[in-house]
């Protein structure tokens, strides 16, 4: 996700691009298409409904993660750790941003270090499939893991974002590597997923990255943060922000992701991300598919402003959710699945916001 090594200072300023440039898509995830159906007649108790759900081999006491993003500066670190004392606090998974700086310098290991803040979530390491054409294998894969004493691995697949970087973006031979590093940290049980970044998935890919083993998939889609927005800002010369603003509205919508990727594998362990903003959102891409959404931007926001508004965040988000499970009679996150409909009213639900 970061051209570190090529310049240092860049995933510096992909934060800081993320935190006060308009870097959002004009398109949304697509999630103001549908309802939740209302249930009059619940038969639950709001109190005692059960949130929780498991991943990779950790149990979540909500069903979501903080996304990928950061950790490869002193900026990003402190980030990262506050961002692990929230999972910690709620029960929450989390992803660390591309480590690849930090396999090429070990001494930068420290900016990626939240296991003693986060002991019991399930936490993710990140490589990019852009380092895999580049020769990265099993052996980083597993250092990346052994960095963070992660659970799983994250392998983010982002063509886009890399083209738009300027690099020789090559991506032959990605899924042979990714089918290799998944066949080889299985010796080790660490479950390789493979994300994208924004951009979204169609149903072929799914079913290619099944068949190269990964357990799991974050089907990341448009709607929310636009990685071609994040790079125009980020541009050096106003030829590639011109090139990069063209790409802008790029990609598969998040709620057609999830779809192509549940239609492509009904039981594949599924995240859901690129645009969830709301409780709501969270309940209708598990209502389309997902098994659990994952947020960005918005927690970066809210990390940035303060360990306060980050916590305050969450909690209101996570009461959303019960609050659209009670509603919907939904016991438990899987009892969730197929509860949508077409939005009867799709222009007024979408002038008055996303919460419903
Ligand atoms: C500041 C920032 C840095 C990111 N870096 C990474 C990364 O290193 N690796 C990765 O897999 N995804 C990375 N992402 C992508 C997010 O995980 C997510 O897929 C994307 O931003 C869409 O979610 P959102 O709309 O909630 O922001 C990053 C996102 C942000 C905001």
Redesign the pocket.
């Known amino acids: 996700?970061?051209d570190a090594t090529r310049d240092p200072t860049s995933?510096l300023r992909?934060?800081e691009?993320?935190?006060t440039r308009p870097?959002?898509y004009v398109r949304t995830?697509g999630f103001e298409a549908y309802e939740l159906p209302n249930e009059a007649l619940p038969e639950l108790s709001l109190a005692d409904l059960d949130l929780s759900c498991k991943l990779a081999g950790r149990s979540l006491r909500a069903p979501l993660m903080i996304?990928?993003?950061?950790?490869?500066t002193e900026k990003g670190r402190a980030i990262n750790r506050r961002l692990a004392v929230a999972a910690e606090c709620h029960g929450l998974a989390l992803?660390?941003?591309?480590q690849r700086i930090a396999l090429e310098d070990p001494s930068l290991a420290a900016w990626f270090e939240v296991r003693d803040v986060a002991p019991s979530v399930p936490l993710f390491a990140?490589l990019?499939a852009a380092q895999l054409a580049l020769g990265y294998g099993p052996d980083e894969a597993r250092r990346a893991v052994a960095m963070i004493g992660a659970d799983a691995l994250?392998v983010?697949l982002?063509p886009m974002q890399e083209a738009l970087q300027g690099t020789a973006c090559d991506f032959r031979g990605v899924a042979s590597r990714l089918e290799q590093i998944c066949r080889d940290l299985a010796r080790d049980g660490i479950p390789v997923f493979a994300?994208?970044?924004?951009f979204g998935m169609t149903e072929q890919t799914a079913r290619r990255l099944a068949e190269c083993g990964v357990s799991g998939i974050?089907c990341?889609g448009a709607?929310?943060?636009s990685?071609a927005k994040?790079e125009a800002h980020c541009a050096v010369t106003a030829r590639e922000r011109e090139r990069a603003l063209r790409f802008g509205e790029w990609g598969i919508a998040?709620c057609e992701s999830i779809q192509n990727v549940r239609r492509a594998l009904p039981s594949m362990p599924l995240i859901a991300?690129?645009?969830?903003?709301s409780g709501a959102d969270i309940a209708k891409a598990i209502a389309l598919g997902a098994d659990l959404a994952?947020?960005?931007?918005?927690?970066?926001l809210k990390a940035d402003e303060s360990e306060n508004a980050l916590h305050q965040f969450i909690e209101e988000l996570i009461a959303d959710l019960r609050t659209c499970m009670f509603a919907t009679g939904s016991g438990t996150v899987p009892a969730l699945r197929g509860k949508l409909r077409p939005a009867s009213q799709p222009a007024r639900a979408h002038r008055a916001g996303r919460a419903s």
């Not at 992803?95 to 591309?98: H, P």
């Open positions: 996700m970061d995933k992909h934060i691009a993320c935190l870097v959002e995830a996304a990928p993003m950061t950790g490869g992803g660390v941003g591309s990140n990019g994250f983010h982002n994300r994208e970044v924004c974050d990341s709607g929310g943060t990685w994040v998040t991300s690129g645009g969830v903003r994952a947020m960005a931007r918005p927690l970066l």
